[in-house]
């Protein structure tokens, strides 16, 4: 029998399957290629294919009291360090000498000093510490409202307030209650890990009633901070760390809207940001 030859537009059907191979192979030696220089405008695309194919699981892990970076208030890590190539620029308002280097908006262009991130960590830690420490003690469970640790533009803030019904120091003296003494006995070893100056300052609330004309809030409020200060370096607290003393009766309320509140009358023990001139514990 004679071989049927093909005409000039029938093709035979392994070519098509062939050439279907063909291009499969090619378009994956393509994606091979492309994978092996990863752009990031490459890789959020594939990123973004995957997450459409396959959908997205959320897994969050919350922060737990203790965090080796952050503020343990803070389920994210605050940035504490200010990008070093950052300058804050301002232009002139006032001419100047042509002689002057800098001119236009160079005059007041200063370089950003970024905060260390091992001085916030450290009070992070320790302000963590302190109110574990208050927790773990039974005696202060009720004392719990007039204890505050807060960390402010000066430092890490230690304050122990009255509350109404609750006060911490005997109406009129200078020595506080048990439960201030042990609430004051259990930060000093903390505070005496820190190298960071310490200043303590008390405060009255507006309207007290005093028994001498010549003993008032100032010298109420001046006897109470001495008072914790005795107290911290009797449970370890080296008294060299102690940078001031002071006692600022009335002119100082917590709540400036309410002088009155039994609030007001406190004694606060700052840990200052700025660390001593003097290293803690150097000696002649």
Known sequence: MARKSLGPSEVPAWLVTFADLMSILVCFFVLI???????????????GSMKDAFGLTQVRSPAGVFEREGNPERDFLRRTSADPNQQDSQFATEE?????????AEIQSNRVAPNTVEDDQRFALAAASIRQAWAENPDLAQAAPNLIVRQTEEGLDIVIADQQGRPMFPE??????????????????????????????????????????????WELSSDRANAVRQMLGEFGLPLSRISAVAGRADTDPFFPNDPYLAANQRVSILVMFDKPPVPAGLSP
């Open 33 to 47: 290629i492309s994978f092996s220089i990863p752009d990031d405008e490459t890789l959020q695309v594939v990123a």
């Open 96 to 104: 100047q000498d042509r002689t002057s280097p800098q001119q236009g």
């Open 172 to 217: 009129g003296s200078k020595f506080p209650y048990e439960a201030t003494r042990k609430a004051i006995a259990a930060i000093a070893p903390i505070l005496a890990r820190l190298p960071n100056a310490i200043r303590i300052s008390g405060h009255v609330a507006t309207g007290g009633a005093y028994a001498s004309d010549r003993y008032g809030p």
